[in-house]
């Protein structure tokens, strides 16, 4: 079963522009993390954040939790040709011994030159 | 530092045949997970090695199973296959267990078709 649920299913927007992405889950979870993936490729790890952490940014990303909500947000700002990829939020339960995620279904980005 | 690297990338099997998958992990990663991502889908967790150990399982039956090996490679074997097991295999390996925050880091993955 599917935790994350991102929004939109699809974005596209012109280069330059912010594009945000949301990801809403349903449990109690130790982090999310977010994940990008070329087409067919594997996926990359972008940004992790804790559940005690609300704010954290790493270059031209930037992700929000709010746990009271059960919803994050990942901002790419100045968004490039090159950004075009799906992104994954994916959880961590709090409960369970493994170190097991579970991703939502993604958004695929396209950013246009 | 060499990254995650699977085998084969590509693999067409018939209904029934049975197919096993390779993965090497990070060096310096003594966990490995494996996950199946069906078209459109995001990644589904299947299971999770630690120490040649199972540690962890998704909801996958059980002609679904895998091996760790001291080098921390692994292995992932489907019996049986079924038309729906076509997907996207990853494999990700993770380091030391420091606690339950560390990133997964994937390889390139298998395409599997099951015709």
């Known amino acids: 079963s599917q935790q994350g649920e991102e929004d939109p299913q699809a974005l596209s927007i012109q280069e330059g522009e912010n594009a945000t992405m949301n990801c809403s889950y349903k449990?109690?979870?130790?982090?999310l993390q977010w994940y990008r993936q070329n087409s067919g490729r594997g996926l990359v790890h972008l940004i992790l954040?804790?559940?005690?952490?609300r704010e954290k940014h790493s270059g031209r990303l930037r992700v929000t939790l709010d746990t009271s909500k059960k919803s994050s947000s990942l901002l790419i700002t100045a968004s490039r040709a090159a950004d075009t990829a799906s992104y994954f939020c994916a959880t961590e339960e709090a409960q369970g011994g493994s170190e097991k995620l579970v991703f939502g279904k993604g958004t695929k980005l396209t950013v246009n030159p | 530092e060499t990254g995650v690297t699977q085998s084969p990338t590509h693999l067409i099997k018939t209904r029934g045949q049975q197919v096993t998958l390779r993965c090497s992990s990070q060096?310096?990663?003594?966990?490995v997970s494996w996950y199946q991502q069906a078209l459109g889908q995001g990644p589904q967790f299947i299971f999770q090695y630690y120490r040649e150990e199972e540690n962890g399982r998704g909801n996958f039956p059980p002609r679904f199973s895998g091996l760790q090996f001291p080098n921390y490679s692994s292995e992932l074997n489907v019996n049986a296959l079924e038309l729906d097991d076509s997907a996207l295999y990853l494999c990700?390996?993770?380091?030391?267990?420091?606690?339950?925050?560390?990133?997964?880091?994937f390889g390139n993955g298998t395409r599997l078709t099951v015709t």
């Open positions: 990700a390996s993770s380091g030391l267990r420091q606690g339950y925050n560390s990133p997964l880091h």
């Open positions: 954040i804790r559940s005690n952490e």
């Open positions: 449990t109690s979870i130790n982090n």
């Open positions: 060096s310096g990663h003594n966990t």
